[in-house]
T-cell receptor, first 118, second 110 residues
Framework: GAVVSQHPSRVICKSGTSVKIECRSL??????MFWYRQFPKQSLMLMAT?????????EQGVEKDKFLINHASLTLSTLTVTSAHPEDSSFYIC??????????????FGSGTQLSVL | QKEVEQNSGPLSVPEGAIASLNCTYS??????FFWYRQYSGKSPELIMS????GDKEDGRFTAQLNKASQYVSLLIRDSQPSDSATYLC??????????FGTGTLLAVQP
């Protein structure tokens, strides 16, 4: 199946610092990538939709100035958590849409990034 | 009302039995339905997708969709301990945005 690579897998940082997470589609081009956040024992919550070459679309309640998304190419999207605080500690997961033709389009997920803000 | 609802479980089944996981959704315009498996600390892995009413089988897995009842289920035959995980139901509309349920924790007892 399609491969989506996400780095880093784990980050521990001090409060007030910024953290950058990368999401790459390795064997296909993804015009759209999605960023999710998952707190312990909760479901995945969509944060934003990242579109190549244009501004990301943020879900209600997600601060666009805090969670900066850049989708500079068809294979790379980045999420930067600016001025991170302990409440930002969560599991962040990206996904990319892979159109395999004949309406067979599926989402594939990166391996996730566990962010811990001290 | 939550958009996608699942029983959080845990659902405990003996090894070799059939595990039945259920999901209901609120948006009648939903067009695509997915089951993902998620192990603790890992990202979701796509198990099954289904788009039309009826059953879809893939190995030990069968997805069932009933759009009139807004209900989708996943059956796992011959359950194995390695199937123990959280199973997430996801529902999509006209775009690729998916709404996830909170997941059902499945525990297969050896």
């Amino acid at each position: 199946g399609a491969v989506v690579s996400q780095h880093p897998s784990r980050v521990i940082c001090k409060s007030g610092t910024s953290v950058k997470i990368e999401c790459r589609s390795l064997d296909f081009q993804a015009t759209t990538m999605f960023w999710y956040r998952q707190f312990p024992k909760q479901s995945l919550m969509l944060m934003a939709t990242s579109n190549e070459g244009s501004k990301a679309t943020y879900e209600q309640g997600v601060e666009k100035d805090k969670f900066l998304i850049n989708h500079a190419s068809l294979t790379l999207s980045t999420l930067t958590v600016t001025s991170a605080h302990p409440e930002d500690s969560s599991f962040y997961i990206c996904s990319a849409s892979h159109d395999r033709g004949h309406g067979n389009e599926k989402l594939f997920f990166g391996s996730g990034t566990q962010l811990s803000v001290l | 009302q939550k958009e996608v609802e699942q029983n959080s479980g845990p659902l405990s089944v003996p090894e070799g039995a059939i595990a039945s996981l259920n999901c209901t959704y609120s948006d009648r315009g939903s067009q695509s339905f997915f089951w993902y498996r998620q192990y603790s600390g890992k990202s979701p892995e796509l198990i099954m997708s289904i788009y039309s009413n009826g059953d879809k089988e893939d190995g030990r897995f069968t997805a069932q969709l009933n759009k009139a009842s807004q209900y989708v289920s996943l059956l796992i035959r011959d359950s194995q301990p390695s199937d123990s995980a959280t199973y997430l139901c996801a529902v999509g509309g006209a775009t690729n945005k998916l709404i996830f349920g909170t997941g059902t924790l499945l525990a297969v007892q050896p």
